[in-house]
């Protein structure tokens, strides 16, 4: 759940980008539209994926069946080029990512251009 200053926060800020950009149209806005996305804190996978099933009989909508192979578990609602989306990723999906990030930084790549 939001807390009740974080919400409004976020409900002004989105007021004062919409009037930015009304009040400035040689501004570019993003070409594919922009997505608002909430994601359950990590906990075991049929708390997060309860989460996000509450979420989406809220949205009155449903899961999205293309994010689960990737370890998504997924739902959303649009108004035209804005989207709202909760996704809890899946532990295994989580622990994939911890195992690759654990190599950051000990391989160095050999630079051709210093050579």
Known sequence: MTDIDTRKALINGLHDLAD????????????????????PYRGPDEEITGEVDRIAALLGSSIDPESLPHGHYKTHISFGPVTYEAVAILAARRARHDAAASYYGCVTPYDTDAA
């Open 20 to 39: 930015f950009f009304e009040t400035n149209p040689d501004v570019p806005v993003p070409q594919y539209g922009i997505t608002a996305s909430y994601f």
